[in-house]
């Protein structure tokens, strides 16, 4: 039985590799999607801002035409000016001229925010970009180095679960079913008994059944967390740690 028991712990060193493998294997996709994710977020802020940019450029081109008709408008009123035949006709032509002026000097203050904002959001575009790029190609390289991580870590579970079937097939067919029914709740089915408790849920053990772990002459499992419970003289006296 005591060789039954080393088999369970070879097995179980085993598979918790696999196990750690496994977890690992499983993130990569989720550290690739991480960056991805941030990826688009920016491509659909640089989109944003490209739509503002082509907002303001036709605002800025509207704008002009305007201030380009005010100053006709401008001409045509200095003409009347010059050519006034009375103090009434210069005057209206000089308040028509006054309040053209007003006008084009609104307009041309809000041409000076127009361009400030095309600039803006032009460096803006620009710094997202480069944002952009280097996130690509950090992907890019994420990409490469996950794909030789995952090479590794699949040659290495390969390589464990060669190692696993070595030792399973020397495992009792009942032992080895109940270690696997135990494993699909608990990836750690086998654990060492620590001063009369159960070292996977730290239950005290029932003294009958710490009794028959000493004798270690069969399989037990711990009344509370179905785990399979070896004693083993070092971990119990203390000079072996909490798993
Ligand atoms: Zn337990």
């Known amino acids: 039985m005591l060789q039954q028991i080393a088999l369970l712990e070879q097995l179980q060193n085993v598979d918790l590799k696999i196990h750690e493998s496994q977890s690992k294997l499983n993130k990569i996709p989720d550290d690739l999607s991480q960056v991805k994710v941030q990826m688009d977020e920016l491509y659909e802020k640089i989109e944003r801002d490209r739509t503002t940019l082509k907002e303001a450029e036709k605002w800025r081109v509207e704008h002009e035409k305007a201030i380009d008709m005010q100053q006709a408008l401008l001409a045509k009123s200095k003409g009347k000016l010059a050519t006034a035949r009375n103090e009434r006709e210069a005057n209206a032509a000089q308040r028509e001229i006054d309040t053209i002026r007003r006008a084009l000097s609104e307009r041309e203050e809000e041409a000076i925010h127009i361009l400030e904002v095309v600039e803006q959001t032009g460096e803006s ?66 654990v060492a008994a620590v001063r009369g408790t159960c070292g996977g849920c730290h239950m005290i053990l029932p003294p009958q059944i710490y009794n028959l772990i000493q004798r270690q002459d069969r399989i037990l499992q711990c009344p509370s967390c179905f785990r399979i419970v070896y004693y083993d003289e070092a971990i119990t006296s203390g000079k072996g740690g909490d798993e």
């Open 125 to 190: 575009i620009k710094q997202k970009e480069d944002m952009y790029s280097k996130l690509q190609d950090a992907f890019k390289d994420m990409e490469v180095e996950s794909g030789k991580q995952v090479e590794g870590m699949k040659t290495q579970v390969k390589k464990l679960e060669t190692e696993r079937k070595k030792i399973a097939k020397n495992l009792d067919q009942p032992t080895s079913l109940l270690y696997e029914k135990i494993r699909q709740r608990q990836p750690r089915a086998v």
